[in-house]
């Protein structure tokens, strides 16, 4: 859209009147984002939200207090595998050993009943057991080999 002089006195003015910016669109047939848009760069004063917008006699929902009180949780910083300080002071008997990942390998065609994954230990770093994982980790022969 072009805007012009008048185009630009009659945004002015509706916006003034505090008319929605869908109205204001609607008036000036244009879309709510070129009004929006124009009246940024006019530096037109700020509207009020209309979702945060109170109407008069509108009951207000209470905002619960933040709690105060009560136990707190660690945050959420140490490994999956290993236990944690305070965990180990509790359970000072228990053994936590790291856990196994299963190979992620799929075997069969997905969709049918018989499709699964291989599920044995993966190698350490990788998500394949070494079966798997030495067919997936091809190692790239150099072209200067091939000339030979």
Known sequence: MEWNEESIGKLRTLWAE??????????LNISKNAVVGKAHRLNLPARPSPIRRQESGAAVRPVPPKRAHGPTLPPLTASVGAPTASLRAVMPSVKMAPRATPCCWPIGEPGKPSFHFCNAAAVAGKPYCEEHAAIAYVRVRDKREDAA
């Open 18 to 27: 505090g008319l929605s910016t869908a109205e204001i669109g609607r008036r």
